[in-house]
């Protein structure tokens, strides 16, 4: 072996010890300086494919057909198989199957098969194998991280064990660590559910967007937005003047603990537990800031209100929480007019299987914001050709890329004129992506059901 070999070898060493930590600046560098001495390198090229996918970057693909050209099929086949996962093509499962059987002892295919086993709910099974799947992975910390998300699904306690494991991987907070004291905080509180049966709250208008209006037990009212793009399972009030005002006692203070895309720089998030009488809920949790959102008080995750189905009707303007015994009522008694649509939870997220011109794949409901969107990595897979076009945000119109498709959820077929591309993945590390979100411009056409009995979107399609 050469010197310039052995020096190569050492540099890709650093890279993929860097990678398993998250410091993927610092893999990047060595992977750089690695393609100045050999810019064919196999390794190399599979590396930087790890790092453009992961990181949602457009140059991706150019990698992955470098990757196919130097004849490592291994290799390659690795990464058109996390590509179909982390853009949520349901051919993945297929391809899973053939490539399992051509690498079984593949630690980077048992992990896409361990992810889509998560995907299933078969949480526990996963939880056993976690240890074993982190050591096959580049991604040492990854395993952790999804299970991680999923458990504030499951279990709060377990969230912060699997939080512990990535921060002992990677060597320092990551940013799901300002969550590990509220995690501790919900994790011991009872909150009580007064609901019965059906409960009505007042509908609301928000931007583009609905929502409903929560009431205190002193009578003072918040306009929530429903927000399915809010995860962790958690409401946030954006105006630190009402969440002050609601009543009850602040639990926990989080110094710069919250940033959107439209504040200047992140805000102290204040957790609050608070009694309400319409939802009729106590010890209800939920956090609040001072920001400039303009759309409502705040917005939350349909899966705030535990056990209860949320019923929303912009047709009609209704909202609903239903039981159990009510949601099969409104189930039986409209079964003709309805579509149901099974979907995936992650980090209280919600997808769903879809089709995009005949391409079987999965879509993450955004009712936070208005549009069909696409990201970029997206696009070749679904023979999506973007074309220049522009949208007002602030008042002013900015250049953008748009898309138009034919969009079908369930029996539901709907054209998508200048659907958006987006640069940005919101991915939780492979398995826990999509290929797009669907926004109000869909959803407001319908009255639609949230089922957490279930798992599945209800359509009133009448």
Sequence with gaps: MSYGQAETDALIDHARYEIAKQHFSNAGNYLNEVERIDSLNPKLLYLHSEMKLILGKEDFPKYLEKLRNAGVDELYHVMKLKHAVFIGLSESENLLEMYFENYPENGEIKYVQWLLELDKGNYEICRKSVDEISNGTIFKYAPYLALFNVSWDKNYKNAIVYMDSVEQIIGRAFYGSKYREILTIISNTEVIDHNKGKSALPFAWCGSGVGFYMIDEKGDSLKIELDTGTGYNMMTVHDKIHGERVSGTDVLVVENGISYNYMDKPADLYYKKSSFSIPAYENFIFGYFDSQFSKADGCTSPFVFRNRALHIDPINEKVYLF????????????????????????????????????????????????????NAL??????????????????????????????????????????????????????LAAAGDIGPVFMNNFAFTIDVFNQQLIFNIN
């Design 323 to 374: 039981d159990r015994e009510n949601l099969e009522k409104y189930i039986t008694d409209n079964k003709d007019k309805i579509e149901r649509v099974p979907y995936v939870i992650r980090n209280g997220w919600v997808f769903v299987p879809c089709k995009i011109n005949d391409t079987e794949v999965l879509m993450h409901i955004e009712t936070g914001s208005r549009d069909v969107n696409f």
């Design 378 to 431: 997206s696009l070749a897979a679904l023979g999506l050709e973007s074309y220049p076009g522009s949208i007002e945000w602030k008042g002013q119109d900015f250049p953008v890329d748009k898309v138009d498709c034919m969009l079908e959820v369930g029996r539901i077929k709907y054209e998508v004129k200048g659907g958006l591309v987006s640069d940005t993945v919101p991915n939780w590390f492979y398995g």
